[in-house]
């Protein structure tokens, strides 16, 4: 590790366990006042925009395929709490997906589409869409029966010392909530503003995306998008925050 590296992990750990644990709160908690107010305003949280990118292609017919609407009529009322049951055991396959994952599989199963891929503007725009649908709805994911080893490997993950700077999530997530960390509040690190638009990214992501901002910022593995190390540490997150609302489309700095 650099000097550098080791003096801002000793300055990091000096300021640990100090916060309290308590009550989870979901990111938006955490924002200033100003950002909460654009967040919640549609005309203003340009995540929006991608929703009703979603909306749009969610009712297009492609050639000869069915659209998402054939099978998913009245959306807001079918699918309204989907998303806040995510990520989930896939009966087919018995392994765990997210709700990018399942979109994915609805396209290539049931409308026989090639994929759209992780962080395509039309993936984002579905899964905000969806998501948005149970804007308000509490997140209830299960960790029980085929999850419960994805849980726990998703908790070890979030308790593993890694990455040059050898933090763990819990150390900043737990340790150091309401800190101030380059400009940021540190958050318990829930993922129920996701898919989120981000400043700094100039566009929508992807909680996976998010993930991998945080494992770079403690120079640790970047993991896939959508591999099952990401995947399991979602389910840990979402038990986290159950009972919270889906925010999605979030807006963060
Ligand atoms: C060095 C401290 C640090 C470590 C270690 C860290 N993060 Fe973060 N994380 C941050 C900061 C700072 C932010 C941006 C402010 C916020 O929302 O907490 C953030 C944001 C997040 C968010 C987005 C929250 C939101 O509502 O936008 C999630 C989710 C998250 N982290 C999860 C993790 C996970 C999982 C790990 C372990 C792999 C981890 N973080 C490791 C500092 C850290
Ligand atoms: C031919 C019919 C069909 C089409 C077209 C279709 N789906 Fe589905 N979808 C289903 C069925 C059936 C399920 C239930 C799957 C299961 O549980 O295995 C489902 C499940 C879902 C779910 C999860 C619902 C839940 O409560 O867990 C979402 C989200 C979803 N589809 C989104 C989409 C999107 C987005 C599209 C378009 C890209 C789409 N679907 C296209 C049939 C379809």
Redesign the pocket.
């Known amino acids: 590790m650099s000097a550098a590296g080791r003096a801002f992990a000793a300055a990091l750990l000096a300021l640990a366990g100090t916060a309290g644990a308590g009550e989870i709160k979901s990111g938006s908690a955490f924002l200033s006042p100003q950002m909460q107010r654009q967040q919640a305003d549609q005309a203003r949280n340009p995540g929006w925009l991608w929703v009703e990118q979603?909306e749009e292609?969610?009712s297009r017919r492609e050639g000869d395929?069915?659209?998402?609407?054939?099978?998913?009529a009245d959306p807001g009322r079918?699918?309204r709490?989907?998303?806040a049951?995510?990520p989930?055991i896939?009966?087919?396959s018995g392994k765990l997906i997210n709700?990018e994952g399942?979109?994915?599989?609805?396209?290539a199963?049931?409308?026989k589409?090639p994929a759209?891929g992780h962080e395509s503007q039309e993936l984002l725009g579905?899964?905000a869409?969806?998501a948005s649908l149970s804007q308000g709805v509490p997140v209830s994911v299960s960790a029980e029966g085929a999850a419960k080893p994805y849980y726990e490997a998703g908790k070890a993950f979030y308790e593993r010392r890694q990455g040059q700077l050898n933090l763990a999530c819990t150390q900043c997530h737990d340790g150091l909530v309401g800190r101030k960390l380059r400009g940021d509040t540190i958050s318990h690190g829930v993922g129920t503003g996701y898919p989120a638009y981000r400043l700094e990214w100039n566009g929508l992501g992807s909680l996976h995306r998010r993930l991998r901002a945080c494992s770079l910022g403690v120079r640790a593995t970047q993991f896939d998008y959508g591999s099952d190390d990401y995947l399991a540490l979602e389910l840990y997150l979402a038990v986290r925050a159950r009972g919270l609302p889906v925010e999605a489309p979030g807006l963060r700095r």
């Open positions: 979603g292609l969610f395929a069915p659209g998402c609407i054939s099978c998913h079918s699918l709490g989907a998303a049951r995510y989930q896939d009966a087919a709700l399942r979109i994915e599989q609805c396209r199963v049931r409308q589409r759209l579905l899964a869409y969806v």
